[in-house]
């Protein structure tokens, strides 16, 4: 049986990990979304973490759903969907995570109304998306539109998610940053590795294939190095004139 163990390598995933764990603040008695969750990293992680809550993966691409369920059996509901025409009834959802997922969908203001109101009253939401206030911003390798990976739109400035945000009904209560330059600079390694050696990027699942290469042999060996440069590059982008290649933004209802 496949792991998605593996995925904690990815150093675009874990500069955002612990503070989304944090910002999510996760209970026995949650029912969250992980919305556009893909292979369900953070799913796996919220479960690992928290026993009792129900977890709801929902992503557009079928092939990672698949490889998800593999992964973690019945521990989800694995639910094929649009983040634009949720499946959910009015303020049913005490919790939503919605990271690196708004830059991919065309009507991202439809998608956060449908978040709005699948959430219950006081329910929270953690959406994190690329920063262009970062003054050494990267832009993704990826072709802008041309599938459910590709991005639509290269990122958002804080100011223009935040105010997207509050239109929709949703209330902002805390702001942060993350992945440093550095960070930045290794997942794009990633990115070229990815093309080279899979071509084009169409679903999550085909991330799996990497793991058995060996130049994902030397990278774990050098990740925990890699690892503490990141969080020290974390520390950094909470300095207000810093900030970092990723925003990350809780909101209440």
């Known amino acids: 049986m496949p792991s998605l163990?593996?995925?904690?390598?990815?150093?675009?995933?874990?500069?955002?990990e612990d503070m989304i764990l944090n910002l999510m603040n996760i209970e026995d008695t949650d029912h969250i979304l992980d919305l556009g969750g893909g292979l369900g990293y953070f799913s796996f992680i919220f479960r690992q973490n928290n026993k009792k809550p129900k977890i709801f993966l929902l992503d557009v691409d079928k092939e990672s759903l698949k490889f998800a369920k593999r992964c973690m059996s019945k521990e989800c509901f694995y639910i094929v969907g649009d983040a634009t025409r949720l499946p959910f009834k009015n303020n049913s959802l005490s919790k939503i995570l919605v990271t690196e997922v708004l830059e991919h969908i065309i009507d991202d203001e439809i998608a956060i109304h449908e978040i709005f109101r699948s959430l219950k009253r006081f329910g929270e939401c953690v959406i994190s998306a690329p920063c262009y206030d970062y003054p050494l911003f990267l832009k993704t390798l990826i072709h802008v539109g041309t599938g459910p990976q590709m991005h639509y739109r290269e990122g958002y400035k804080t100011d223009e998610l935040v105010e997207m945000l509050t239109r929709s009904g949703l209330k902002p209560n805390e702001i942060k940053y993350c992945n440093g330059i550095i960070s930045a600079l290794i997942f794009k390694l990633m990115e070229i590795f990815y093309i080279l050696r899979m071509g084009k990027y169409k679903t999550q699942s085909k991330l799996f294939y990497l793991k058995k290469s060996s130049f994902f042999e030397?990278?774990?060996?050098?990740?925990?190095?890699?690892?503490?440069?990141?969080?020290?590059?974390?520390?950094?982008?909470?300095?207000?004139?810093?900030?970092?290649?990723?925003?990350?933004?809780?909101c209440v209802k």
Not at 8 to 16: A, H, P
């Open 218 to 250: 030397i990278y774990k060996k050098l990740f925990y190095f890699v690892d503490g440069i990141s969080k020290f590059e974390n520390c950094l982008s909470q300095i207000p004139f810093v900030k970092g290649q990723i925003v990350i933004v809780r």
């Open 5 to 16: 163990e593996f995925l904690k390598y990815n150093i675009n995933i874990r500069v955002r």
